[in-house]
């Protein structure tokens, strides 16, 4: 299986032992507060949610995947309703169970909730995962090496790094970059 690690961290500014030097936004929760000099807007933290979501749904259609099955799912119980102001939110976050099997059209807004640390989660299928992490750290394995959607998921600012999941290492341990 192949497997990335996805964000919007400049691989550039990562020390030798991989942290993350830069003085960087980490979550939904930074919009309104400085960041690099520059305020944290609503559109421009909307702007990296979507190619996040866009990133799955890509890889997704490169696998020919329609539908993923949530596991371990946690709900944040620090969530209120005020937190949720879109009502498709809303219905996702209450209708959301362990083992509920999302489609396309669902993977969105489970991967919004999940970005927005709302919940917790990871998402699977017999050739895909996906795994949300802290700070705004996305993992994904994939059976499909997929060259020309990591290509067009580079372009949308994102950047993509060979690597397993810290989440489960097990299911990416044939990933190399000769692969």
């Known amino acids: ?47 990296y949610e979507n190619a996040y ?22 709900k944040n119980s620090c969530v209120r309703y005020d937190d949720l102001p879109d009502l498709e939110l809303k219905h996702c976050y209450n209708s959301l169970r362990e083992n509920l099997l999302l489609s396309t059209q669902d993977i969105p807004l ?19 995962f996906v795994h949300f992490g802290y700070d705004y750290y996305m993992y994904i394995g994939s059976n499909n090496k997929a060259e020309s959607v990591i290509s067009a998921i580079e372009n949308t600012g994102l950047f993509i790094e060979e690597m ?7 299911q990416c341990t044939t990933a190399t970059k000769e692969s």
């Open 53 to 74: 979501v866009d990133a799955i749904i890509q890889i997704m259609k490169a696998n020919s995947i329609e539908s993923l099955q949530v596991e371990e799912l946690e």
């Open 164 to 170: 397993p999941s810290p989440y489960n290492i097990q």
């Open 1 to 47: 299986m192949h497997c990335w690690r996805i964000t919007k961290y400049d691989p550039q500014y990562r020390d030798e032992n991989g942290f993350y030097m830069k003085d960087d936004w980490t979550s939904i929760n930074d919009v309104g507060k400085d960041s690099n000099g520059a305020v944290l807007t609503f559109d421009a933290y909307l702007r």
């Open 110 to 128: 489970v991967s919004r909730l999940a970005l927005r640390s709302i919940i917790w989660c990871k998402l699977y299928g017999k050739q895909m």
